[in-house]
């Protein structure tokens, strides 16, 4: 059906020639990789945050294919290689990656992988990261070679803390697991409140004790652990989860001591995207990832889907196929990508995080969207999420 | 309602002002209706179910049929617009947003947001005549005053697509900004207008050459620029004075059809998208999508006249013509 489609696409753009007075180009290629890191670790909590085996993948094949649909007219021809590694080969199969000529990689991995890989990678390649959320990594780690699609924790603290002061819930009960990356989050909602003018009542460290996520007798210990896990805390708006390693969170919303709605890490919870979102003509993107990958999208998939964008809608607009021309395009103030989410997104010139907005979801739905319209910026009410110019940690060593 | 329906002629008539009344049709895009005003007195006639998720609206060039885009019901329904009562319906391909009607009345242009195609149907005979395979995201579509060329905007492939009225085949294909989301020629057919929602932008295209000639970009003192979202466009028949809608900044621009520079920003309500004119061009009605209200413009002047509260999320409208 679609390779038919492609086919008459591609007849009409033929007719469109002689009216043109020009000559067919030879069809440009413009190749990329995704490079996904996976780590063996506990299954997700919750069965239904089993990673898809194609996570990250789908989102690629839709860039791919909504490139090339553009490409077809425009005489460019869209290919990304799909590579899976551990933390182990990651780093040899990059190099395999830049050894076949390819000089855009879509990376998901972990911090400490992606910063290597960037290292590796050095002048070689463009890497864009599509699942890193560490805020070092867009600081003291900053990396020129890097655009960071994946949002950041400041982003995603930011926009649950304008929401939640939007909301007149300023007393928040913060709640990080013990695994440093759970302190790196909480650390963004600790700079969030105090940029929002929030203040957090206590800190309350869950520790992970290890053992088995799924067991036979299931809820019933952890209804009698939430409680009394929560219990005789200061008077609090709302709970916020600070888990990034997904080990407690989820268990929390309706069994915390006080009647409390819970953030974060669950219940409300910022992401880059939902399934379910349907504004600004994401229902026909939803139906076009379904269509093809039989599954609901995940923000892997979009945030893939997004960075691959990057590189179609840059050589769509510069009609160059030449690595370094789309990238300088891409780091220009010229450049924007459009990506469902109602406005244009761009890259921030002192750190290359993409700006975008962050959904804020509950379950089946899209409870709001931060910014929100109450908190302004000089430049783009984006810069409301995250680490701003007069804040960051980043110097690029070396612009290339 | 239905005698508020039967004084309506009756008032009209009554009214002062000499010019004729006319009817001004809104879809309710959540509240699944139709909202009928007076162009005159603009009193609220009544407001009618059209199906699920009406958006885009046209009336025949004879004002005997109303069309609604149902979008949930991936058909085109077709009113009586004295009566709102259904008539039939017509096939449409799925979740059909836009559509442009032949000047001559048939047929029907319909994108088909979903399906990367571009429908087209025989009014008369309700069969489908064609499906045109286009780029990702069909969304705008406009008609050359002569009714030889189509346009369609593809939302995702950011291209203008010219569309050979007779033969159905894409005769050639412009790239613009992000997000195209409407097309609109002047009334002799030498500028072709396209706006870009993300993109912030309206191209003017000439359509002879298909090149863009000028772009045209919005800059409103205090509001940021991402919320400048152009999206409805609509020009005087004597082409002098061309319409924007500029969505979330709740503004419509108003540039000069000859220089294609704006002149002016007009407030109106909450995500403003589309527009439509009185048949004398004296006003100028837009939907505004979050405030649930329409405001109307009188064109001579520029000036906000008056908003008048319709349904949930008025999306599209259409005036019947005289």
Known sequence: MFKGIMGLLAGAWALAEPAAGQTQPETQQIRAAVLRVDVQGLPPISRLDLPPEDLGFAGARLAIDDNDTTGRFMGQDFEAVEVTATPGTALAELDRIIADGIQFVVVLADDATTLALADQAGDRAMLLNARARGDRLRGADCRFNTIHVAPSHAMLADALAQFLMWKNWPDWLLVPGSHPEDQALAAAYRRAAAKFGATIVEERVYEDTGGARSTDSGYVQVQAQMPVFTQRAPDHDVLIAADESDVFAPYLPYLTWDPRPVAGSAGLVPRSWHPAMEAWGATQYQNRFERMANRPIREEDYQTWLALRIVGEAATRTGSADPAELRDFILSDQFDVAGFKGQKLTVRDWDHQVRQPILLTTGPVTTSVSPQDQYLHQTSALDTLGLDRPETECSFREAP | ?322
Not at chain 2, 31 to 47: F, H, I, K, R
Not at chain 2, 150 to 164: K, R
Not at chain 2, 233 to 252: I, M, Q
């Open chain 2, 1 to 322: 309602m239905k005698h508020i329906l039967a004084l309506a002629p009756a008032l009209a008539v009554l009214a002062a002002d000499p010019a004729l009344a006319n009817r001004v049709f809104v879809t309710n895009e959540k509240g699944n209706d139709v909202t009928v005003l007076d162009s005159d007195t603009l009193e609220v006639l009544g407001a009618y179910p059209v199906g699920n998720r009406p958006r885009g609206i046209a009336i025949s060039p004879d004002g005997t049929e109303l069309y609604v885009c149902a979008s949930d019901d991936n058909l085109v329904r077709v009113f009586d617009p004295e009566t709102m009562e259904e008539l039939h319906t017509l096939p449409s391909g799925p979740d059909p947003e836009l559509f442009v009607l032949h000047p001559s009345g048939n047929p029907l242009y319909i994108a088909n947001e979903d399906d990367n195609l571009v429908t087209v149907v025989d009014v008369k005979t309700k069969q489908v005549l064609a499906e045109i395979p286009v780029g990702v995201e069909p969304e705008g579509m406009g008609i050359s005053p002569d009714g030889r060329i189509v346009i369609n905007t593809s939302e995702t492939t950011n291209m203008a697509h010219f569309i050979d009225a007779e033969t159905y085949e894409i005769v050639a294909n412009v790239l613009v900004d992000s997000r195209p989301r409407f097309a609109e020629y002047n009334h002799d057919g030498t500028k072709l207008y396209v706006s870009a929602e993300i993109g912030g932008t309206v191209s003017v295209i000439d359509p002879a050459t298909q090149e863009i000639t000028k772009k045209i970009t919005f800059e409103v003192p205090g509001v940021l620029p991402e919320a400048i979202q152009p999206v409805g466009v609509r020009v005087t028949s004597d082409g002098s004075k061309v319409f924007v809608a500029l969505g979330p900044s709740n503004r419509v621009a108003v540039i000069d059809g000859a220089t294609d520079e704006v002149k002016d920003y007009l407030l109106v309500g909450q995500r403003v998208w589309q527009m439509a004119f009185t048949p004398d061009e004296k006003y100028l009605f837009t939907t505004n999508g979050n405030s649930n209200d329409v405001s109307m413009i009188d064109v001579a002047s520029e000036e906000v006249v008056k908003s008048v509260p319709v349904g949930q999320q008025p999306w599209g409208v259409v005036v019947a013509p005289d």
